[in-house]
């Protein structure tokens, strides 16, 4: 279909210039807007954009994550050292007190057998010269010979004592011998000791018989009176009276449950035995100790086939001085535990367990801390543990009622003190300087960023700007159609180079040869219509005018078909000289193109006069005529 239009105007331009309005201005502003929304910029230009974006998120994550996992990393290593540094010094503490206490109960153990042997030879050899026998027998200057054991074994304030084992059928004879034994035994060790008491009043609150203490009577003295063993206290060290206000001579040890197991034990075993009970320390205070118990046989030959055991030596000690001097002045902080393997060999006094006591350790001075396990249970997973003393006893001698072999075991942990001596802020100062590396090469990667940012919005605004050319030269879909292959052909430009080469050699650029790895832009569209404008007399008009006036005429109209295109959906096609030429229905298929291409058309043409008004004074007259052509086809190729 072919129409030709003719348009006159109804206005002058003395109209424009009196200061009437522009029919043109009343869609400036929607003429901007469409301006904005001509350019779109290309597709890959926004996904690099959006690649951009994803990789500086990565970028930060991994950092975040970095200075994280460094930072933790490094808090804990240093920690973990720390720790580290603690435990194996805690070790070494543990190990050279475990050694040196050990080293100090065998030497204090041998000092004892020493000491019981002495008394076993002295024995035999008086008894021999005055015709005397067991247990008929007291220990001459007994207080010297305990003080001098007690320097010797290093212990400070124990308790010696001396019993002898006397028969039912001999507690008449003994009690007769002890009224002349015993005060004898009281002047030597009030010679010695000077405890503000004399003999004879010590004597007055001796009870002169083997006896008990009647719990039933209010623990008045009671007379052993059945055929029983007695084993009665002859003579200890240092003297001193019991709560009741009588002198300990003479009271049947049996009668104390713990002792009587360690003397059955000993009886049995022929060897000393351990056991916890409590003791009164220095300065009043009761605390826990350790009672020991060693035989004394009629004869001080070891090797004698039928050694009798006739007497005990007992001592009463605090371990307190056994773990002094232990360790060196700044080393501290170590919790000792001492057990005992058989709780029932303890003698309870004054409401206590006996059968634990607790120390710490400082340097060359150590502190009794009570009758429990006091160590902190956050260390018990720390615990060094050894064999304190051990008696060498065989389980299968141990006598009927006794359930385990009396050993006392050593139990090291380190305290919060020993702890916190190792724990610095050296994990939070080199944390803070990890962090603050990371954080200073973000700032710099940021830094960095921000000059890169900077150049890539520069090149991006030259990059659009040419893009924005192109758009104008083709089609949107056009446009990305061949960005898309080009960025498809990046890949294998190089890796077909050589293939490529070969190919250009074989083609033939007479016929209808392409350039190899290119598909051509070709489509079929079925139904279009082609629009053709030109300014009558237009030929006759720029002949007679200056280049430029003719190229401002131009450049103005066919900016304003322009818009006027974008805002019908009119594809512009070219333009050639006056001649616009226009298509409806490609590059996007329309289904109703003549009828629509041909309202578009006439809109165009009359929207687009105000234009040659404004150049009326180049010679455009009021009869200017503005020809069309339309035309629609079927099965088109374009």
């Known amino acids: 279909m072919s129409d030709n239009l003719s348009l006159s105007s109804k206005k002058t331009s003395s109209q424009l210039s009196n200061g009437s309005p522009n029919p043109f201005s009343d869609s400036t502003n929607r003429d901007r807007k469409h301006e904005r929304e001509i350019y779109k910029p290309p597709e890959v230009a926004k996904r690099e954009e959006a690649n951009i974006l994803r990789a500086k998120i ?21 920690k973990d050292q720390e720790k580290t540094s603690f435990e194996n010094q805690f070790a070494g503490y543990a190990s050279e007190i475990i050694t040196v206490s050990r080293q100090k109960a065998n030497q204090f153990f041998s000092a004892l057998e020493a000491f019981t042997a002495s008394i076993s030879s002295q024995a035999a050899s008086e008894q021999a010269l005055l015709n005397t026998n067991w247990p008929f027998y007291a220990i001459p200057d007994w207080s010297i010979k305990a003080e001098r054991l007690a320097k010797l074994t290093g212990v400070s304030d124990p308790e010696v004592a001396f019993a002898v084992i006397v028969q039912d059928d001999e507690y008449a004879g003994f009690n007769e011998f002890a009224t002349q034994a015993v005060p004898k035994w009281y002047q030597e060790s009030i010679r010695n000791e000077k405890p503000g008491i004399t003999a004879k009043e010590l004597w007055n ?3 002169p018989f083997v006896h008990f203490l009647d719990p039933e009577n209010n623990y008045q003295p009671t007379p052993l009176t059945g055929p029983e063993l007695s084993v009665p206290l002859l003579q200890y060290y240092p003297l001193q009276l019991r709560s009741f206000s009588i002198a300990a001579t003479m009271y049947n040890t049996m009668a104390a449950p713990g002792t009587a197991t360690l003397f059955n034990i000993t009886r049995a075993t022929r060897k000393p035995t351990i056991g916890f009970t409590s003791i009164r320390a220095s300065d009043g205070t009761r605390v826990v100790g350790s009672q020991i118990m060693l035989p004394i046989f009629d004869t001080p030959y070891t090797d004698a086939e039928e050694r009798k055991h006739v007497a005990s030596t007992g001592i009463r000690l605090h371990w307190l001085d056994y773990f002094k001097n232990i360790l060196t002045e700044g080393e501290f902080g170590i919790i000792v ?16 367990t006996a059968h634990i006591a607790s120390y710490r350790i400082d340097g060359s001075s150590a502190e009794y801390l009570g009758d429990s396990d006091m160590h902190n249970p956050k260390f018990t997973s720390m615990e060094i543990t050894d064999i304190f003393v051990d008696l060498g006893i065989d389980e299968s001698q141990l006598p009927e009622g006794a359930t385990c072999v009396p050993t006392l075991s050593l139990h090291v942990y ?3 003190d020993l702890e916190m001596s190792f724990q610095t802020n050296d994990a939070v100062v080199y944390t803070v300087v990890v962090a603050f590396i990371f954080i200073f090469t973000s700032l710099v990667f940021l830094l960095y960023d921000y000059f890169v940012r900077r150049r890539q919005t520069k090149v991006m605004e030259r990059i659009m700007r040419q893009d924005k050319i192109v758009s104008n030269v083709f089609p949107t879909a056009i446009r990305n159609r061949l960005y898309k292959d080009q960025e498809k052909q990046k890949g294998k430009n190089v890796k077909n180079l050589d293939h490529n080469l070969d190919e250009f050699d074989d083609l033939d650029f007479d016929g209808d040869s392409t350039i190899p790895g290119s598909a051509p832009l070709a489509d079929l569209f079925p139904s279009i219509t082609v629009v053709f404008a030109d300014i009558a007399g237009f030929t006759a008009w720029s002949s007679a005018r200056e280049p430029q006036q003719v190229f401002v005429l131009l450049e103005t109209l066919y900016g304003a078909f322009d818009k006027l295109a974008y805002r019908h959906s009119v594809f512009k096609v070219e333009t050639v000289g006056d001649c616009y030429v226009a298509a409806v229905g490609l590059p996007e298929p329309v289904e109703k193109h003549a009828w629509p291409s041909h309202r578009r058309c006439v809109a165009r043409g009359t929207e687009s006069l105000p234009t040659l008004w404004r150049y009326h004074e180049y010679g455009f007259s009021n009869g200017t005529k503005w020809r069309t052509k339309s035309h629609s086809a079927i099965s088109s190729h374009c």
């Open 58 to 78: 990565l970028v930060a994550i991994i950092i975040v994550l970095a200075v994280t996992g460094v930072g933790t990393s490094t808090y804990l290593l240093i």
């Open 205 to 207: 609150k001796t009870v």
């Open 337 to 352: 535990v001492l057990k005992t393997a058989c709780p029932d060999l303890c003698n309870r006094e004054d409401g206590m």
């Open 414 to 416: 380190p305290s919060e």
